[in-house]
């Protein structure tokens, strides 16, 4: 068990980064030539994302104050993964637009920040100031060389890796910072290089390490507030959160840069948290819960699946009606 432990800390904090950062680059070409290119358009995301965190935290808030489930998991339902929201999209909606995927992609990444962001200040992880000075002028740096100079660049960027890690804040968030500010040639090569390595170790090995701890399930454990409680707050609160958030903040700006019904896709892809509630779930201080609330995180991933593969399917068929309707 203590191999596993090891071996999920070294994957988080090491070979995921490299997955960030190719959500960075993404990220990046979605604001230059994207759905986000016009100004402050990004915010719809980041709005979505807040809604996201905001609703299933509430929701839960209120069941766990009128039942027995314990109030200070209300952030166990609050974050997404984004490796397994997009391996979700690629299995379970492949028709869908690279608008969706850029949306998510968005979504996802403003939800790790505002996780990372309520971890350091609800549950008071000490941030190393000075470790995050050097790593921005380090950032700077990289930005600067890696048009010119990339071998210099790489170094830079591994060393900025190594200083954030120890910072306080998850050293993913480096890794999208990494892909935001390297160039459109180096980033085409990268992501060549790097989406097999990825695809067919990173993610596999992620997954793998986050769902080996030592399960103790029951059927009393299953029906359990804390459990139910989970379970209700994230399939209802995430889409919800999403969808109204998002919604809302494209009639403020006026730009709709995703469809109402793409939009509630997203939000059934937002679902699928695991590792980062698992962390929320260990610093909730729960005690005798803790395993009913790591229950209520795995329970809670088939539902999503399942909703997201109706949601696919029901977004299937309404296009495929209008095309009809069309000819």
């Known amino acids: 068990m203590e191999f596993m432990n090891n ?66 998991a209300w952030g166990v339902p609050m974050a997404t993964d984004l490796p397994l929201a997009l391996l979700a999209l690629l299995l379970l909606a492949k028709s869908v637009s690279n608008r969706i995927r850029g949306f998510l992609l968005a979504l996802a990444i403003a939800d790790d ?10 549950y008071h992880h000490h941030i190393d100031v000075t470790r995050l000075f050097v790593s921005a002028a380090l950032l700077l740096i990289f930005w600067k060389s890696a048009p010119r100079f990339p071998f210099v660049a ?51 090995a992620f997954i793998i390490t986050t769902l080996w701890i030592p399960w103790k399930i029951t059927s009393d454990l299953i029906f359990s507030p ?10 209802i609160g995430k889409p919800l959160g999403i969808w109204l958030f998002g919604y809302l903040a494209m009639k403020l700006m006026g730009h709709r840069v995703i469809a109402n019904r793409d939009l509630f896709l997203v939000g059934t ?53 209008e095309q009809s309707q069309e000819y």
């Open 154 to 204: 790489l170094i830079i960027g591994v060393l900025a890796w190594g200083v954030f890690k120890d910072s306080g804040i998850h050293p993913t968030v480096i890794g999208v910072l990494l892909g935001l500010l390297i160039n459109e040639k180096e980033s085409e090569w990268l992501v060549g290089k790097l989406t097999p390595v990825i695809n067919y170790f990173v993610i596999p």
């Open 226 to 235: 804390i459990v139910l409680a989970l379970v209700f707050a994230r399939i």
């Open 113 to 122: 920040l505002g996780s990372i962001l309520v971890v350091a200040i609800v």
């Open 7 to 72: 071996a999920r800390e070294w994957i988080t904090t090491g070979p995921l980064v490299l997955f960030f950062f190719l959500a960075g680059i993404e990220l990046r070409a979605e604001l230059l030539d994207g759905a986000f290119r016009k100004r402050f358009s990004f915010l719809i995301p980041f709005a979505a994302a807040l809604g996201g965190m905001a609703v299933p935290a509430l929701i839960y808030f209120l069941i766990a104050k009128n039942s027995s489930a314990p109030v200070t």
């Open 269 to 321: 892809l937002g679902t699928i948290g695991l590792s980062v509630s698992m962390l929320f779930a260990n610093l909730a201080d729960l005690g005798q819960e803790l395993n009913g609330a790591l229950i209520g995180v795995l329970i809670t991933l088939p539902l999503a699946l399942l909703l997201i593969l109706i949601s696919a399917r029901l977004l299937k068929v309404s296009r495929t009606q």
